[in-house]
């Protein structure tokens, strides 16, 4: 048996099986002196310590918080090439959607990854994931979405399954099938067309060849309708697909009442929800994931956390990682701009980036806690306060990171706060 207990560690978690709302997400548990053992990647025992158990591997995390490991629920982080100039043309003025509609944006990037290979592909998303686990993400969420074509789509997708089956993958990926991001040059004034081809053609083969658990779509004036996308959804829903939908992020379209009427799993993004799409929401049950990195980049007004939890909704927080809106996948910034500029308290925050992160992609019976019978997948901070996430804005204070009870990023030899 292979088994890891991390003792005298300050645990901190949120607790259950299942997203928690309203203000139930300040409900997260600070137990100092604890020690957590997982035997075979699950979690056996949380409580006080029960003594040198024999064999195994014993991390010492005197002065430390144990959390779960980061969910981030939302990347896009299988792709080709980079768009440095259109970041540089949004310093000067350009907005995203009039670099999208002059061709750049996402076909800029569907052109990239249509020229790579998987190869290519495959050290990209690795080198991203390495990053990942530096600072405590235990598993991503990653889109396609950058094919817009059969081939490309169904690669991104392989991708991450070939990923996830190398035995030195530090990161487990959750595939989101996002065939519907943009409207492909192929299918230029054809929006309509374009959906009818996913629907017969591509969605089926990523059903058959398990490639994805979710079905996703850019809802936004100028991609694709509300009407549209319900047709998308409603297809994926039919042949098993859990549902996602990037809603309400430019302006209001709808998106949030939309993911209330189809059960969605999550709505992200939420920049611009009305109240009814919010109040909607959270009568559905449907997580709410909030992207600050991307409001942040953008220069948008970040979505409205508080009246979402105030009024019982789920929030989730996730990066956003993508090769234009958002190149950034870091977590320490999304904590600090959601606790800074959000309102969020840190416990809604840490609880936004786990166990509801885990709900958003359908796993929180599986990960998001530190609970028996969960998946031993932690972070140890190099604090000993969870306060120091935001405190210490923008800056990583992961020491370690560990999948499924193995080790997979260690900065123990690197403190700050403990040789201070
Ligand atoms: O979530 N909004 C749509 N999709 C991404 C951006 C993708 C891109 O610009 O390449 C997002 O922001
Ligand atoms: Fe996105």
């Known amino acids: 048996m292979n088994r890891l207990r991390i003792y005298n560690a300050t645990i901190v978690t949120p607790r259950g099986n299942s997203a928690l709302a309203g203000s139930d997400m300040a409900n997260v548990e600070r137990l100092p002196g604890s020690e957590v053992v997982v035997e075979d990647g699950i979690i056996t025992h949380v409580g006080p310590s029960r003594g ?3 064999s195994g591997t014993d991390i010492d995390a005197r002065g430390r918080v144990v959390m779960p490991g980061i969910v981030d629920s939302h990347t896009h982080l ?3 090439g980079w768009r440095p100039e259109e970041f540089g043309w949004r310093l000067r003025g350009d907005s995203y ?3 999208m509609n002059r061709g750049g944006g996402i076909v800029n990037t569907m052109k990239a990854t249509r020229a790579a290979t998987r190869d290519e592909l495959t050290h990209k998303t690795l080198a991203l994931l390495r990053r990942m686990a530096a600072m405590g993400v235990t598993t991503v969420e990653g889109k396609s979405g950058y094919g817009l074509d059969l081939d490309t789509e169904l690669l991104q997708l392989q991708v991450m399954a070939d990923i996830n089956a190398m035995p030195e993958n530090p990161v487990d990926i959750a595939a989101t099938f996002l065939g519907a991001h943009a409207v492909p040059p192929e299918w230029a004034g054809n929006p309509d067309g374009y959906i009818d081809f996913i629907i017969s053609e591509v969605l089926p083969q990523v059903k058959n060849r398990n490639l994805a658990h979710s079905c996703d779509i850019f809802c936004e004036k100028g991609v694709f309708t509300v009407e549209q996308s319900r047709r998308l959804l409603t297809a994926a829903r039919d042949i098993g697909f859990s549902l996602k939908i990037h809603a309400d992020e430019i302006v209001t379209t709808g998106g949030a009442e939309l993911s209330a009427e189809l059960g969605a799993l999550s709505a992200d993004h939420l920049l611009h929800a ?4 919010i109040d909607a929401m959270a009568r559905a049950g449907v997580v709410a994931t909030l992207l600050p990195l991307t409001a942040f980049t953008l ?3 970040y979505a409205r956390a508080r009246r979402m939890i105030d009024s019982g909704c789920a929030v989730a927080l996730a990066t956003d990682l993508n090769p234009g809106s958002c190149c950034s ?8 701009l959601a606790c800074i500029y959000m309102n969020m308290s840190v416990e809604e925050a840490i609880t936004a980036m786990t166990l509801n992160g885990a709900a958003a992609i359908g ?3 599986m990960i998001g806690s530190i609970e028996p019978g969960k998946q031993g997948d932690m972070v140890i901070l190099d604090a000993d306060t969870p306060d120091f996430l935001p405190y210490f804005t923008g800056m990583n204070i992961a020491a370690v990171t560990i999948r499924a009870g193995r080790v997979v990023y260690d900065a123990t030899g690197d403190s700050i706060y403990l040789n201070s």
């Open 363 to 365: 796993r929180a019976g």
């Open 274 to 277: 009305s109240d009814e799409g």
């Open 78 to 80: 299988v792709f080709g």
């Open 329 to 336: 996948g870091s977590i320490p910034l999304t904590f600090a």
């Open 299 to 301: 220069r948008e007004p």
């Open 52 to 54: 040198d158990l024999g």
């Open 97 to 99: 959607m009039s670099i």
